[in-house]
């Protein structure tokens, strides 16, 4: 058994899979190329997937044909990897909060306050940096995924049953955190009683009051109902969003360099349209929220720079703890991400926190 293998059978509790290729073109029939996301249809990720389908099978002419997986019908995030490694399916998104268990350095994304409050900057360097993609793609590739893109699907904000300002406002709060490890250690400085636990069991958790409250992007509390079980929103500012999207070595090396080079070059051209795409779905369900619950209007909290800079105080640890969990190459990994967040704010001049 492989490494990885050996590791996702006992962080899922899964039996060990056998490599399996995409279903090959018999006759005319177009091969399938499968796409689990981590979020439901309607969501940013579904966007991001649905406009790759549409791409890639405008330009193979009929000779692909993508089906796209949302949350649900392929099990937790957990599973989804597992049947990204295993070629059940060929792409897939992979987000940090949970990818974290498997790739430790990847919790990068995962640290408050450390990448760009210019969401412009940050688009840049997932987008531009060679470096950066480069330690990513040889991280993925230990555990058999290959790196392709990683990008913002917008600013984190707290839905919690109490109005919380300050890390003092955090205690006895139990609040949901994806399953990584930092993101427990992150919370716990802040005072609150993190609760790792997956996606879908969130909503029925915080209904049950097992939970008090939780943090995700507007469009996921929107569309995921979270603003339904919620009496604050709490635009904190510490944190963007960040998924990663990979692909199967087995896949990848299968294709033909055409076939290759149009993969990259779609996931190239997708990091523009994501950007839009979240930045408005962000705004929009908003305002659907507020049609909901009006209450919510009046009950949402935008943090002011006092009450920002004592959780800023208490997130200095994090980087500490980060490198704690992913060792040498995670610090390496993270004094780059410092250097070209910076680089790309002096290129481009760096501008408002757009949450
Ligand atoms: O909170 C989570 O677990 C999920 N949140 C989002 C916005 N996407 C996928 C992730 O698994």
């Known amino acids: 058994m492989r490494p990885l293998t050996a590791c996702l059978v006992l962080l899922l509790g899964l039996c060990a899979c056998a490599p399996q290729a995409a279903a090959p073109a018999d006759g005319d029939a177009p091969v399938v190329w499968r796409f689990a996301i981590e979020e439901t249809a309607g969501s940013v990720q579904d966007a991001y997937a649905q406009r790759f389908k549409q791409l890639i099978e405008e330009r193979a002419g009929g000779r692909v044909k993508v089906i796209v997986y949302p949350y649900g019908t392929l099990g937790t995030s957990d599973h989804i990897t597992e049947q990204l490694y295993c070629n059940t399916?060929?792409?897939?998104?992979?987000?940090?909060?949970?990818?974290?268990?498997?790739i430790p350095e990847v919790q990068v994304f995962l640290l408050h306050y450390a990448l760009s409050s210019d969401e412009q900057v940050n688009k840049h360097v997932l987008q531009r940096s060679e470096p950066l993609r480069k330690a990513l793609r040889e991280l993925y590739a230990e555990k058999d995924l290959v790196y392709l893109?990683?990008?913002?699907?917008?600013w984190m904000v707290w839905t919690t049953r109490k109005a919380v300002r300050t890390p003092a406002?955090?205690?006895?709060?139990?609040?949901?955190?994806?399953?990584?490890?930092?993101?427990l250690a992150a919370y716990k400085s802040y005072g609150a009683s993190p609760?790792?636990?997956?996606?879908?069991?969130?909503?029925?958790?915080l209904q049950l009051r097992m939970i008090d409250g939780q943090v995700n992007p507007i469009f996921a509390i929107q569309e995921m109902s979270f603003y339904e079980v919620t009496d604050y929103l709490v635009f904190p500012g510490h944190a963007q969003f960040f998924t990663t999207v990979a692909?199967?070595?087995?896949?990848?090396?299968?294709?033909?360099?055409?076939?290759?080079a149009m993969v990259e070059q779609v996931i190239d051209e997708l990091h523009d349209d994501i950007f839009t795409i979240q930045r408005?779905?962000?705004?929009?369900?908003?305002?659907?929220?507020?049609?909901?619950?009006?209450?919510?209007?009046?009950?949402t909290l935008r943090l002011n720079a006092a009450e920002r800079a004592q959780f800023a105080e208490r997130a200095r640890a994090?980087?500490?703890?980060?490198?704690?969990?992913?060792?040498?190459?995670?610090?390496?990994?993270?004094?780059?991400l410092d250097r070209e967040i910076a680089a790309a704010a002096r290129e481009?001049?760096?501008g408002d926190a757009g949450d």
Request: no cysteine.
């Open 169 to 183: 406002d955090f205690a006895g709060v139990k609040m949901r955190v994806m399953t990584s490890p930092l993101l």
């Open 280 to 299: 408005d779905f962000n705004r929009e369900r908003l305002e659907l929220i507020y049609k909901k619950r009006p209450k919510l209007r009046e009950q």
């Open 89 to 102: 399916i060929q792409f897939a998104t992979a987000s940090p909060g949970h990818l974290g268990k498997l």
């Open 149 to 154: 893109s990683a990008f913002s699907e917008g």
């Open 195 to 205: 609760t790792p636990m997956p996606y879908s069991e969130v909503y029925s958790g």
């Open 348 to 350: 481009l001049g760096e």
């Open 247 to 260: 692909t199967n070595p087995a896949f990848l090396d299968s294709l033909s360099a055409a076939d290759r």
């Open 318 to 336: 994090q980087r500490a703890k980060y490198v704690e969990l992913a060792g040498p190459r995670g610090k390496a990994l993270l004094e780059l």
